[in-house]
């Protein structure tokens, strides 16, 4: 079943979140041939999943810690977001390798992390522009999967993948589909390089810059499995026409 993923980043209060979610299921119904994800901020993610229960709609975490527990100042650990109701986790959002200094081996760590609690990741890879200009797009995002999936190759089929340009997030101007389905299928190519038994299992969704407008254009091609949605999401109007939207 396709994906379709909300990343709200660093927005919404708690009464801004309750306000949201009543509205939001009023207007997707239960969607049956999509699974519909919504993941706010720490803070809400208590609010969201007590209002989300009896839906479809599922919750996920933004970020999480590799330890379960322990003196880690700030953090938020696994245990603790499956508790409030988190079946996926974002790992490696590009903000999070590029503002806070996240590196491969730390996502890789963090996807361990989440195998074993059994909370779904996705892991988001993607090249800057600068990598793009310089013919590189192929070669970061196989090194970004290959090292986040180091030691965890077999179990490739409890993951998820974003692509996500860096220069398509939050800029208005996404990859045009033909190029993101270029980048999808060599994501593919690698995941059954990396785990030829898999036979799928792992969906394989775009990001950056995705609206009600092109959210079609996206999910006509079968390499897409899904989307991950920044700013559009925000709006609870605007997320379900993407969610109705194919
Ligand atoms: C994102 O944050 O994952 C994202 C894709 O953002 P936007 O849709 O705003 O580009």
Redesign the pocket.
């Known amino acids: 079943m396709r994906l379709i993923a909300a990343?709200w980043?660093m927005n919404k209060t708690v009464s801004e979140t309750r306000e949201y979610i009543e509205k939001f299921l009023r207007l997707i119904g239960e969607p049956e041939d999509r699974e519909v994800l919504i993941c706010p901020p720490f803070t809400s993610l208590y609010v969201a999943g007590e209002m989300l229960k009896g839906s479809s709609v599922k919750l996920g975490a933004q970020n999480c810690h590799f330890e379960r527990k322990g003196a880690f100042t700030g953090e938020v650990s696994l245990p603790m977001l499956r508790e409030v109701g988190c079946s996926y986790v974002i790992v490696g959002?590009?903000?999070r390798r590029h503002i806070f200094g996240e590196t491969d081996d730390l996502i890789n760590r963090k996807l361990v992390a989440c195998l074993e609690e059994g909370i779904r990741p996705i892991l988001?890879v993607g090249e800057k522009l600068e990598d793009r200009e310089a013919g590189m797009t192929f070669k970061v995002v196989e090194t970004q999967i290959r090292i986040a999936l180091s030691g965890i190759e077999h179990l490739t089929d409890r993951i998820d993948i974003?692509y996500?340009p860096v220069w398509?997030?939050?800029?208005g101007v996404p990859a045009s589909p033909e190029d993101a389905v270029e980048v999808h299928r060599f994501i593919r190519e690698i995941l059954r390089d990396i785990n030829p038994k898999a036979e799928g299992g792992t969906r394989i969704l775009y990001?950056?810059?995705?609206n009600p407008e092109n959210a079609p254009e996206f999910m006509k091609h079968q390499e897409i499995e899904g989307l991950?949605?920044?700013?559009?999401?925000l709006d609870p109007e605007s997320f379900a026409k993407i969610v109705n939207s194919f």
Request: aromatic share 0%; with cysteine.
């Open positions: 990343n980043k959002h590009s903000e988001c974003a996500e398509a997030i939050g800029t990001g950056g810059s995705v991950l949605v920044g700013g559009a999401s």
